[in-house]
C-alpha cells in the first residue's frame, strides 16, 4: 500500500507569506495527525482529525496555523503569515484507530524554512 | 502522559545485537509502550509495541520489565541500515505521542 505522502518536501518562503503543506494520508486511515520539529527540539504534537473533525488541537501554536481536512480525505496545514520560528520540519501521520494500540504511519515531513 | 529516560546515544558494531533500554517509570497501566525510529531525512518509522508480554517482529524484539517501569528494544543484529534515532513511547488514552529526545544508534562497521 502506498504511505503517507507529503507535499511539498521543501519549502522556503520570506516571513510574512503564506504556506501551505499537504498531507495525503494511507487509504482508509481515518486518523490524521500533525506533528513538528521546530530547530533543535523535540517533535511535538500539532493536531489530530478523526475523518473531517478535529479530534484534539491543543497542539497548535497559535491562530496564524490552520489546519483542514474536507472530506475526510487529505489534510492541508496553512501558515499564515509564516515568522520566522515557524521553520522546521511538519510530518504527518494515520492510523486506523486512534487507539493506544494502534502505530502511527509517519509521511517523510515538510521542511519549511522561513526567512 | 508518561515521562521516559534514554541514553542521549549508543554504539554497536555491525551484526551484533543492540540493546536499547528506556525508563518509564511513571506509566500507567493501560499504556502501551511503543518504539519508533528515525533516519536521517525521513519520518519517525514504527518498529514495535506492547503491553505487558514480551513482543516479536521482522523488525525487533521488544522486552517489558515485569513491573513494566522499562523496556528494551533488541536489535539482533545490527546493519548499518538501523542507524537511527530511537524513541520510546508510552502511549495512554490521549492521542499524543509524546517523542522525547531519543537515542542516537550508530552502527559501526
Known amino acids: 500500500e502506498a504511505g503517507v505522502t507529503q507535499f511539498p518536501s521543501h519549502s522556503v518562503i520570506e516571513k510574512g507569506q503564506t504556506v501551505t503543506l499537504r498531507c495525503d494520508p494511507i487509504s482508509g486511515h481515518d486518523n490524521l495527525y500533525w506533528y513538528r520539529r521546530v530547530m533543535g527540539k523535540e517533535i511535538k504534537f500539532l493536531l489530530h482529525f478523526v475523518k473531517e473533525s478535529k479530534q484534539d488541537e491543543s497542539g497548535m501554536p497559535n491562530n496564524r496555523f490552520l489546519a483542514e481536512r474536507t472530506g475526510g480525505t487529505y489534510s492541508t496545514l496553512k501558515v499564515q503569515p509564516a515568522e520566522l520560528e515557524d521553520s522546521g520540519v511538519y510530518f504527518c501521520a494515520s492510523s486506523t484507530e486512534a487507539s493506544y494500540n494502534s502505530p502511527l504511519h509517519f509521511g517523510n515531513g515538510t521542511r519549511l524554512t522561513v526567512t | ?109
Open chain 2, 1 to 109: 502522559d508518561a515521562k521516559t529516560t534514554q541514553p542521549n546515544s549508543m554504539e554497536s558494531n555491525e551484526e551484533e545485537p543492540v540493546h536499547l533500554p528506556c525508563n518509564h517509570s511513571t506509566i500507567s497501566g493501560t499504556d502501551y509502550i511503543h518504539w519508533y525510529r528515525q533516519l536521517p531525512s525521513q519520518g519517525p518509522e514504527y518498529v514495535i509495541h506492547g503491553l505487558t508480554s514480551n513482543v516479536n517482529n521482522r523488525m525487533a524484539s521488544l522486552a517489558i520489565a515485569e513491573d513494566r517501569k522499562s523496556s528494551t528494544l533488541i536489535l539482533h543484529r545490527a546493519t548499518l541500515r538501523d542507524a537511527a534515532v530511537y524513541y520510546c513511547i508510552p502511549r495512554g488514552t490521549g492521542n499524543q505521542f509524546y517523542f522525547g529526545t531519543g537515542t542516537s544508534l550508530t552502527v559501526i562497521p
